[in-house]
């Protein structure tokens, strides 16, 4: 009899565990929409593939500086360079609302380009999220930082 119901919990157990793993581990489901959740970001940095050749360049947002200037004279931007080469690696874009689309300047080794720009999230405060979808002539990006100066 004590095995019989050893058997019964076992399953009853398993199924139960895997239904709060799938109904609470997701945090893009917790109602916030200010911040990028780590589980919708590719990665967390710099993200993108050249499609005309088939690479892909990484920076960790360990190695960018994200600057929020809400009092700009363009309005809300941001600004995301590479900390230890920022002439060379910059993006610039006021399209800084969650859900809004424009556009940007990339500069990628001193070549500046216009790409466009959705926000998937966005952030008010150091410390907190923003994220964006950057496209472009062979170009497919993400930048997923967090804002290290707000102005």
């Known amino acids: 009899?004590?095995?019989?119901?050893?058997?019964?919990i076992?399953?009853?157990t398993l199924l139960v565990v895997a239904l709060f793993i799938i109904g609470s581990g997701c945090p893009a489901d917790d109602g916030v929409d200010d911040e990028p959740e780590t589980s919708a970001c590719d990665y967390e940095g710099y993200d993108a593939l050249d499609t005309t050749?088939?690479?892909?360049?990484?920076?960790s947002e360990a190695e960018l500086?994200?600057?929020?200037?809400y009092t700009s004279s363009n309005g809300p931007e941001v600004e995301i360079y590479e900390t230890s080469n920022p002439g060379d690696f910059w993006f610039v874009t006021t399209v800084v609302t969650v859900n809004a689309t424009g556009t940007g300047?990339?500069?990628i080794g001193g070549v500046i380009q216009t790409?466009?720009?959705?926000c998937l999230?966005?952030?008010?405060?150091?410390g907190e999220g923003m994220q964006f979808i950057v496209t472009g002539s062979g170009l497919d990006a993400e930048f997923c930082v967090?804002?290290?100066?707000y102005h």
């Open 105 to 107: 300047q990339l500069s």
């Open 115 to 118: 790409v466009n720009v959705t």
């Open 65 to 69: 500086t994200t600057d929020f200037f």
């Open 53 to 59: 050749n088939n690479t892909t360049t990484l920076i």
């Open 10 to 12: 076992s399953p009853i």
């Open 1 to 8: 009899m004590k095995k019989k119901i050893l058997k019964v």
């Open 121 to 126: 999230a966005t952030g008010s405060a150091v």
């Open 146 to 149: 967090k804002i290290d100066e």
